[in-house]
């Protein structure tokens, strides 16, 4: 079967750059998330255009191989890491900025670009894209459009599906399908763009992504600020939602995360405080000034011990690479396991006595770090090397972090995806009618169940 399907795909489209070798393919098994159980695909497809993804998944239904999509592989629940002998179709060669038109304020753009090149290139031009997950150096669009992917400055500008206008994309019968446009305002129809974004490649193959830009806004003020206890610099996040504040930037560190971070960088962060608050303004001048002012007091009048600012645009991008290097840190002393919870932010102090639980309960360390401002935390699970019994009490904490955010209202993912590690859990926060919708779409859209089979749903 396998055989006659490459030997299909070689005839139709003989220019294309196929990898057939194993060792190839052993290289596209795994996306970040080790620890799932995964398959080797049949081959690796990588395009260079829309025409040929169009085929390859045409020729994908005629011998019902599934197809897995995949950008860079950085996910972090399993959606790009391989299914035994499916067919991967990686984006990386569909790299191009097709156009950055500056009057109607978009880019259009193929969706294997590395994020900050993405970022430098419409920089060069004066512009602003916005996304930033902490990854932004090594995940591409695609997987961002794939994940709708979160980052650093989503308390502002929002997740990657604010800043989708429309999308050029695959069907799973080979359609080629065009979602949205240009347009900044169009309700006409289902918005199958929306629906799109965050699927995981379940629903449709993204082949060109229509993105909204910004003016590029002013040098950010940073601020750091340390807290005797977590849940003092919970309810700073909460004074700080409360207060009407915007800031670009609100994340959090626990005093393990600050402490494998500090040992990294020699940031001289404080390695005393239980957690840290990282706020950041990028508006102009005196208003700058006056969010950084409105933070220092919500987090002074919520007990901070400390609060220092950076003293320039260096200091500040030292600052926030550390926060950005996090789980690398954790990774640096021993197994981490990344979940990536979320809840409404007020109850984010809750939600941090929920971890400490969860960690004394498995007598495991967890260093919590994140988008605190979305109400999004990353307890990141740290095992010694050798821990034979590393993967089993991890999925029972995650279990355990799950049923909380679940419990506080809130969810099992905010950013990385449900992909293979979560689907467990996705019925416990949807409830059975709103699986059961999500079944009918999935059927409706790819009936042969090719895309991505086994993701998001089971
Ligand atoms: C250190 C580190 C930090 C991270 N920080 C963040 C963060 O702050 N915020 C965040 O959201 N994530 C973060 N991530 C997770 C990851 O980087 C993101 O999920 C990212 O969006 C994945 O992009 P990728 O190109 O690597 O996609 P992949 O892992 O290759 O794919 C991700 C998903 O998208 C699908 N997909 C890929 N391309 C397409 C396409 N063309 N059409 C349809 N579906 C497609 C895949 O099938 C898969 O389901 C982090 C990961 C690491 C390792």
Redesign the pocket.
């Known amino acids: 079967m396998a055989e006659a399907f490459l030997a299909a795909i070689a005839n139709r489209l003989p220019e294309l750059r196929l990898l057939t070798d194993p060792l190839d393919r052993e290289s596209y098994r795994r ?2 998330t080790a620890y799932l159980a995964t398959g080797l695909p049949c081959a690796v497809a990588l395009p260079t255009e829309t025409r040929q993804v169009a085929e390859l998944v045409r020729l994908a239904g005629e011998f019902r191989v599934p197809i ?10 399993g ?2 890491s391989g299914i035994e002998g499916a067919l991967t179709i990686a ?1 990386t060669a569909m790299n191009r900025i097709i156009e950055i038109d500056r009057d109607n304020l978009v880019v259009v753009t193929q ?1 294997g670009i590395i994020n900050a090149d993405l970022k430098k290139a419409v920089a060069a031009e004066g512009l602003f894209y916005a996304p930033d ?3 932004f150096e ?3 669009i ?6 709708n ?4 400055c989503c308390i502002k500008y929002g997740q990657t599906r604010e800043s989708v206008l429309g999308l050029e994309v695959v069907m799973a019968d080979g359609t080629v399908l065009r979602t949205g446009g240009k347009n900044v305002k169009d309700v006409a129809g289902y918005s199958l763009t929306h629906l799109i974004v965050g699927s ?2 379940t629903l ?4 060109e992504a229509i993105l909204r830009l910004r003016p590029t806004p002013p040098p950010r003020s940073t601020l750091l600020a340390f807290f005797a206890t977590l849940e003092a610099a919970g309810e700073a996040v909460a004074g700080i939602a409360r207060s009407g504040l915007s800031p670009v930037t609100l994340e959090l560190m626990d005093r393990f995360t600050i402490e494998a971070v500090d040992e990294m960088h020699e940031l001289g962060l404080d390695r005393e405080a239980a957690a840290m608050l990282m706020v950041e303004s990028d508006l102009p001048g005196a208003a700058a000034v006056g969010e950084m002012d409105g933070a220092r007091a919500v987090c002074e009048a919520a007990g901070a011990t400390q609060v220092v600012q950076a003293t320039d645009a260096q200091e500040a991008d030292w600052l926030r690479q550390g926060r950005r290097a996090a ?2 840190a954790l990774e640096r002393l021993g197994t981490a396991r990344m979940e990536d919870v979320g809840v409404p932010r007020a109850r984010i102090p809750e939600m941090l006595t929920a971890i400490e639980e969860i960690a004394a309960k498995h007598a495991v360390r967890i260093g919590t770090f994140g ?1 605190a401002g979305d109400g999004n935390l990353h307890p990141t699970l740290v095992f010694e090397r050798d821990d034979p019994n590393a993967e089993a009490i991890n999925e029972a904490a995650r279990g355990d972090l799950y049923r909380a955010a679940i419990a506080l209202g809130g969810t099992i993912t905010g ?3 449900v ?1 293979v590690a979560r689907r467990d859990y996705l019925e416990l926060q949807r409830g059975a009618d709103a699986i059961r919708v999500m079944r009918q779409i999935k059927t409706a859209l790819d009936p042969l169940g090719i895309l ?1 089979p086994g ?1 998001v749903l089971k």
């Open positions: 996306d970040e897995v999509p995949r950008g860079a592989g950085t996910g972090l629940s959606g790009a984006f969706p997950p902490a990854s090594i995940c591409s695609g997987g961002n459009l794939g994940t992917a979160g980052g650093l995981q490649g449709a193959i993204v082949t789980f690398h988008h950013e990385h995806g992909g991505n993701r």
